[in-house]
T-cell receptor, first 109, second 113 residues
Framework: SQKIEQNSEALNIQEGKTATLTCNYTNYSPAYLQWYRQDPGRGPVFLLLIRENEKEKRKERLKVTFDTTLKQSLFHITASQPADSATYLC????????FGKGTMLLVSP | SQTIHQWPATLVQPVGSPLSLECTVEGTSNPNLYWYRQAAGRGLQLLFYSVGIGQISSEVPQNLSASRPQDRQFILSSKKLLLSDSGFYLCAWGRTGSGYGYTFGSGTRLTVV
């Protein structure tokens, strides 16, 4: 079955810098990968989806890439702000989604 | 617009007591519905999903069951709670293979004591 792996260590960056989070998958190449944001005590919120045949997707300050050779997706937040501090989840699947454990991002002023 | 309601927000229940968590979706028809659990420090674990009324698929053998009595209603139940059932329960809706993300409810924090 598909496994989604994310760096379990928190990522600490300064405000204004670009945050880059990594998502690796095993086994088959998924048709698409999804990224979610989760704040403490809340449900995840869908951010972006990138399809297998797309190299890059952008939405405002967010950018996602998909490298099927490396079996990896990168999630970038440019000009990061303290309000971007949250846990970011990567997910993949067809009829159901398998989620990674998420990476906590801490943006300090 | 579509909305998803989940309640209660928090629940403290003794071991051996029953459980009923309810989730309803508005603004869409025939959604796929999902129950996930998130234990402390762990990822989201899919418990059940449903593609239609009365159709339930179980992903993990456990002390829980799910039902879908109406198109936009999904219920998670247990006859006797265990300590290990504690966690953050999340209901979500989505569309199979659509490539669109899931919409999650606000979650229920369950503590079994």
């Amino acid at each position: 079955s598909q496994k989604i792996e994310q760096n379990s260590e928190a990522l600490n960056i300064q405000e204004g810098k670009t945050a880059t989070l990594t998502c690796n998958y095993t086994n088959y190449s998924p048709a698409y990968l999804q990224w979610y944001r989760q704040d403490p005590g809340r449900g995840p919120v869908f951010l972006l989806l990138i399809r297998e045949n797309e190299k890059e997707k952008r939405k405002e300050r967010l950018k996602v890439t998909f490298d099927t050779t490396l079996k990896q997706s990168l999630f970038h937040i440019t000009a990061s702000q303290p309000a971007d501090s949250a846990t970011y989840l990567c997910a993949s699947g067809y009829s159901t989604l398998t989620f990674g454990k998420g990476t906590m991002l801490l943006v300090s002023p | 617009s579509q909305t998803i309601h989940q309640w209660p927000a928090t629940l403290v229940q003794p071991v051996g007591s029953p459980l009923s968590l309810e989730c309803t979706v508005e603004g869409t028809s025939n959604p796929n519905l999902y129950w996930y659990r998130q234990a402390a420090g762990r990822g989201l674990q899919l418990l059940f999903y449903s593609v239609g009324i009365g159709q339930i698929s179980s992903e993990v053998p456990q002390n829980l069951s799910a039902s879908r009595p109406q198109d936009r209603q999904f219920i998670l139940s247990s006859k006797k709670l265990l300590l290990s059932d504690s966690g953050f329960y999340l209901c979500a809706w989505g569309r199979t293979g659509s490539g669109y993300g899931y919409t999650f409810g606000s979650g229920t924090r369950l503590t079994v004591v």
